[in-house]
């Protein structure tokens, strides 16, 4: 069966509270079991949530990264599966200014911001560069740029006669907007940002996020099969989402946020 689990839901930071069990306060990560491969998507604090098997030296678990803001990468320090020393990981990423995926995560895990550096965590990690086009087993990634301050690498996985989209952390200008629904088009899963409401769009058009009526437009506009919205904000309670939701099925019959840990059939 091919699944998709959504670890973590929540964008920029994360949030605890009765307030935001249903909708998730964990960061974005994302659990992809497509055509018998296993990948992960991203690496907020939702990789705290994963326990699956780690991966041999013969097929190591690929992480995909998006981009190197730290609400993507701060399940790192402390993930179960780099710290089994049996675990083998594969980080993939693109480099930017002139720093690959090692340098630029290096930043994060260094004294005087955490004290537990690269070398010491135990699981065995490798680093590489996500190209424009990866072939792990039985899944073809494509990727795509975004538009988001630094940089965002947006990802299509393929296989099995299947496809899901993973589209956090970009704002749907109408220049890039048409580049997207061919670069999703027909997809059975459209993960996508939809971090504000339009009225608060007035005042964070610059932040490099989306409102979430304009991701179900997107969706509908490539004829996604499901839609999820994800990166919600940390500002926007169960109850704000919860009113919301009728506004996302009003354009697309399958279009909801994101739900804690929400388990996806396609």
């Known amino acids: 069966m091919d699944t998709v689990t959504i670890l973590g839901t929540r964008g920029s930071i994360p949030r605890a509270g009765q307030e935001f069990t249903r909708y998730g306060g964990d960061t974005i990560c994302v659990l992809v079991e497509l055509a018998g491969e ?29 981009h190197f803001h730290a609400d993507h990468l701060l399940g790192l320090p402390m993930a179960p599966l780099l710290m089994d020393t049996d675990n083998h990981i594969d980080i993939y990423a693109q480099s930017r200014f002139g720093m690959d995926a090692e340098e630029r995560i290096e930043r994060l ?52 006669g ?13 220049d ?16 996508c940002d939809g971090q504000y409401s339009d009225e608060e769009w007035k005042t964070r058009s610059a932040f490099g996020h989306n409102t979430w009526k304009r991701a179900a437009q997107l969706g509908l506009a490539c004829g996604a099969k499901k839609i999820r919205i994800i990166h919600h904000d ?17 354009l697309h019959p399958d279009c909801s946020f994101a739900l804690a840990r929400e388990e996806i059939k396609l």
Not at 52 to 66: V, Y
Not at 235 to 248: C, G, N, V
């Open 38 to 66: 296993t990948i992960l998507l991203d690496a907020g604090t939702g990789l705290l949530n994963c326990d699956i098997p780690g991966g041999t030296e013969e097929k190591p678990i690929p992480l995909l990264l998006s």
């Open 109 to 160: 895990l260094s004294p005087p911001i955490w004290p537990v550096t690269l070398e010491l965590l135990p699981a065995w990690i490798r680093y590489r560069e996500l190209p424009n086009t990866l072939q792990l087993g039985a899944v073809t990634v494509e990727t795509m740029e975004g538009c988001h301050p630094d940089g965002v690498t947006l990802m299509k996985l393929r296989g099995g």
């Open 162 to 174: 299947k496809s899901i989209v993973f589209l956090t952390d970009c704002t749907y200008t109408e």
């Open 176 to 191: 890039i907007f048409p580049k997207l629904t061919g670069f999703a088009r027909g997809c059975d899963l459209m993960l």
């Open 234 to 250: 940390p500002f926007h309670t169960d109850r704000m989402l919860e009113e919301a939701e009728p506004q996302l099925s009003a």
